[in-house]
C-alpha cells in the first residue's frame, strides 16, 4: 500500500503566487525544469515554498506520482523502513510486509524535504539508489528498482555541511544538478499583496484588508515567509466576525512590531496600489482589499502606481520598474500610453 499522507497526484499545478523580478526567475526555472528530468536542489529558508516549487515542477509536466519525504521525520531505528520498506518479521512489530517511499516513488517524483537532515548512513543508501536504480527493504534478500525524478530541499548550506563532514561529497554533487535560490519574503515586498489576496480568497472570500493592515503586513519582515504569512490570514480570518481585517486582528509578532516600529505610510501605500493594479487582482467581492482608499479602475490605479513609483525613486526608471515588479521595456510602454513624460 502506498502511503497517501506521502504520495499525491495532483490536478493542478499549485500556484507560486507574485510577480517580482526574484520570483518570476523561479517561475521561469520551475518551467525548464518541467520540460526533463533533471535532479533538483532547492534552497531557502523555512516557510519560503520549497515544497511548492517542487511540486509546480512535478506538476507542470507530471508523469507518476509526487512523494514528499521529510528527512527531519528521520529518527529512530524505523527510519530504513519508512525510507525502503519491510518484510513481515524483519523486526519486533513488523506483522507484514510494508512499501517504502522509494518504491512508492517509482516512475514519478520524490521529494526529500530538508534532506540536510539525513543521517549519514541513510545517505550513503540514498546515494546508491540514485546511482543503481535498486534497493532492498529491509529483512528482504530479494532487490527492487525505483527509478524516480529527485528534488531535494534544504535550509541550510550543504555545501558547508559537505566541509563538516555532516553530509555526504558524492551525494551533494548528485543532487546539485540545478539549484533554485528562493528568496525570503522580505526581499520581495511587492508580493505581499497579491499572497494576502491569494490566502484571503483560501480562507475568507468575505473579508478585506483595511489600508493599515495592509501596510502592517508590507512593513513586517515575515521571518516564517509565506507559510508565516498564510497562518496570520488564516488567523486574522478565524478571531473576525466582521468582513473587514483590522491592526487589532493582527497576530501578536505583528503586533509587537507595530508597537516598536513606525511604518513608512506613503511608500507602503504606493507599493500596496501598485501589487494589487499591475497584478490586475481585484479583492473578494472584486474591490481592492485596502478599503480606506476610493474604489478606481485597475487602469487608474496602475497609472497612479507608476507616478507613485516614479516619485519615490525620484525618477529613477529602472528602480521603478524593479519595485513595481515590472521589466523596464514595460514601463516604457505604459508610460507612453499614459502619456507620462517623454
Known amino acids: ?16 503566487v507574485g510577480q517580482s523580478p526574484r520570483l518570476r526567475h523561479v517561475q521561469r526555472m520551475v518551467e525548464k525544469l518541467a520540460n526533463g528530468r533533471w535532479p533538483a536542489l532547492i534552497l531557502g529558508e523555512t516557510g519560503t515554498g520549497k515544497e511548492v516549487v517542487a511540486r509546480s515542477i512535478h506538476s507542470t509536466n507530471p508523469a507518476g506520482t509526487f512523494v514528499t519525504i521529510d528527512c527531519s521525520a528521520f529518527v529512530g531505528p524505523l527510519m ?16 507484514r510486509d510494508k512499501m517504502g517511499l522509494i518504491e512508492a516513488a517509482h516512475g514519478g517524483t520524490a521529494f526529500f524535504d530538508e534532506i540536510g537532515e539525513m543521517p549519514l548512513d541513510l545517505q550513503a543508501k540514498l546515494l546508491r539508489v540514485l546511482q543503481e536504480k535498486e534497493f532492498r527493504p529491509l529483512g528482504s534478500t530479494v532487490t527492487k528498482r525505483s527509478d ?9 548550506d550543504l555545501a558547508k555541511e559537505v566541509e563538516r563532514g555532516t553530509f555526504r561529497q558524492d551525494l551533494y554533487y548528485r543532487l546539485n544538478v540545478v539549484t533554485l535560490r528562493l528568496p525570503p519574503l522580505r526581499d520581495r515586498r511587492e508580493d505581499i499583496p497579491a499572497l494576502l489576496q491569494h490566502f484571503l480568497r483560501k480562507y475568507g472570500s468575505n473579508h478585506s484588508f483595511t489600508q493599515e493592515a495592509l501596510e502592517a503586513a508590507l512593513a513586517y519582515d515575515w521571518p516564517g515567509n509565506v507559510r508565516e504569512l498564510e497562518n496570520s490570514v488564516q488567523h486574522m480570518v478565524a478571531i473576525n466576525t466582521g468582513p473587514l481585517l ?23 501605500t504606493m507599493v500596496a496600489a501598485a501589487g494589487y493594479a499591475l497584478a490586475g487582482m481585484p479583492a473578494a467581492g472584486g474591490q ?12 487608474e490605479m496602475e497609472r497612479r502606481a507608476i507616478l507613485s513609483a516614479l516619485e519615490y525613486t525620484k525618477g529613477d526608471r529602472l528602480m521603478a520598474a524593479h519595485l513595481l515588479g515590472i521589466g523596464r521595456t514595460t514601463l516604457y510602454r505604459k508610460l507612453k500610453e499614459y502619456q507620462l513624460g517623454d
Open 1 to 16: 500500500m502506498i502511503p497517501t499522507a506521502q504520495a499525491q497526484a495532483f490536478e493542478q499545478p499549485p500556484l507560486l
Open 80 to 95: 530504513e523502513s519508512e525510507l525502503f520498506g519491510h518484510r513481515r518479521g524483519a523486526f519486533t512489530g513488523a506483522d
Open 148 to 156: 524516480f525524478r529527485i528534488i531535494a530541499a534544504t535550509n541550510r
Open 246 to 268: 483590522h491592526l487589532r486582528d493582527l497576530p501578536s509578532p505583528l503586533q509587537n512590531f507595530i508597537a516598536t516600529n513606525r511604518l513608512p505610510q506613503a511608500s507602503l
Open 288 to 299: 481592492p482589499s485596502f478599503v480606506s482608499s476610493p474604489i478606481l479602475p485597475l487602469v
